[in-house]
């Protein structure tokens, strides 16, 4: 039986609490793991905070929590290495990531001057269009500040439909602009805005503050008042547009921004992007086995990084299993399934599954294989917007399966929308 909304919830705090009880001994073993790398150690606890809410297994059934967790951090630490050694041989342009941050945390090292070469492209793009077309504004909104879609749309005052729309159209305007910057017209003749020296790789952290910082200098016209603030954002079931000129200003000044998030209950900036703690090449290595990082700091991080996976909508399934990637599958129905047969030369001790843009979506742990274990076991991850995530492992046959089961209940709805035309209006 489903269990209602209140005790989801319920569950999903009480792991995150018994997880961040242990994060500083998850740290001190993860940095073993990882021969004193901060940053690879942080990504693994970060990892596994993820895994452990999403799935939230039953803590009452786990007899060692400090040993299940340890295997968790061990099986991850073994993925991480046998995917990079593995990677596939094709790379995705910055703007096919969900967001900036995203892209910075997936590319491969090799790729680093390409990839934030094409995001201050795409950051001059957005801050330029933002002044003529909502769609600069939205692009902003998600890819630079880290907002989802249903956040966009309150900010729009505007449906769901209507905020990925014009994402969709901002993206396919910064890729002409990213193959030709000079091809669209609304380019032409404006100096647009700053965004550092092209050509070489900053740290993760700077770059992305560079870009942040450059989307609030782009800012234009005075601030609204509160009164007028109130005005437009009072009614959370109004649908009344904002104007492109007022919404390009309050999606690049940082005072009416964050007016309006507490107008709509929607997290400030500063819980959004804490960049002193992004990105795995400008961390030192060593350091203890604690954080001096405040409790809400590491909270507010682990969350954020959660909630990405949770609203992240693939474009493509692929199962991998004990680090290796076994099969792929794009996503084209409402209900997306694939079983595999995996002979395997070892023991498999974990099913990971991920998207195209490298984000783990679900790891399912063995932690006792047959005949000592169960011969099947399955995990299914809740996700947003109704989907939901399933893997079934099963020993039954000659050798093992795997099954997928991907299930999007607006997947339908949104193929069946026709693309709409680039409107610029305001």
Not at 294 to 314: K, M, S, V
Not at 321 to 329: C, I, L, R, W
């Amino acid at each position: 039986m489903l269990r209602s909304a209140e005790a989801t919830a319920a569950a999903a705090g009480l792991h995150e609490e018994t997880f961040l009880a242990r994060y500083g001994r998850l740290l001190a073993w993860a940095l073993q793991l990882t021969g004193g790398d901060r940053g690879q150690a942080e990504d693994l606890v970060h990892d596994a905070y993820i895994q452990f809410t999403l799935s939230s297994p039953d803590l009452a059934g786990i007899r060692n929590l400090d040993g299940y967790l340890y295997t968790m951090l061990r099986n991850l630490r073994l993925s991480q290495i046998r995917r990079r050694q593995h990677a596939p041989g094709r790379s995705l342009s910055a703007l096919q990531y969900d967001s900036a941050e995203l892209s910075l945390r997936a590319v491969d090292p090799r790729d680093q001057i390409r990839v934030q070469d094409e995001l201050r492209q795409i950051c001059r793009y957005a801050c330029i269009r933002k002044e003529t077309s909502k769609a600069g504004s939205v692009l902003l909104l998600r890819f630079m500040l880290g907002y989802y879609p249903r956040e966009i749309a309150q900010v729009m005052r505007a449906s769901r439909q209507a905020a990925e729309e014009r994402l969709r159209v901002a993206r396919g305007e910064a890729r002409s602009f990213l193959e030709n910057p000079g091809g669209l017209d609304f380019i032409r003749g404006h100096g647009g805005v700053s965004v550092g020296p092209e050509g070489y790789a900053r740290p993760t952290d700077e770059l992305l503050h560079d870009l942040r910082r450059a989307v609030f200098a782009s800012c234009r016209g005075d601030c609204l008042t509160a009164a007028r603030l109130a005005e437009l954002y009072r009614d959370a079931g109004d649908e009344t547009p904002v104007e492109a000129e007022t919404l390009a200003h309050v999606v690049s000044c940082p005072r009416c921004l964050d007016a309006v998030n507490r107008l709509l209950g929607l997290p400030l900036l500063a819980e959004r992007y804490p960049t002193d703690t992004m990105g795995t090449d400008s961390r030192p290595k060593g350091g203890g086995g604690t954080t001096a990082d405040g409790e809400d700091q590491i909270a507010g991080r682990c969350r954020r990084r959660a909630r990405e996976t949770f609203e992240h909508r693939p474009q493509e399934l692929r199962v991998s299993v004990n680090g290796y990637v076994m099969a792929s599958q794009k996503i084209g129905a409402r209900v997306s399934e694939q079983e595999l047969s995996v002979a395997a030369d070892e023991r498999i001790d974990f099913v990971e599954v991920f998207s195209e843009q490298e984000i783990r979506l679900l790891f399912l742990c063995v932690d006792e294989p047959p005949p000592a274990g169960p011969h099947s076991r399955s995990l299914k991850v809740d996700l947003s917007d109704g989907r939901s995530l399933e893997a079934t492992l099963s020993f039954s046959s000659p050798w093992p399966t795997v099954r997928i089961a991907y299930s999007d209940p607006e997947f339908e709805a949104a193929a069946a929308r026709q693309p709409a035309a680039v409107i610029d209006s305001p």
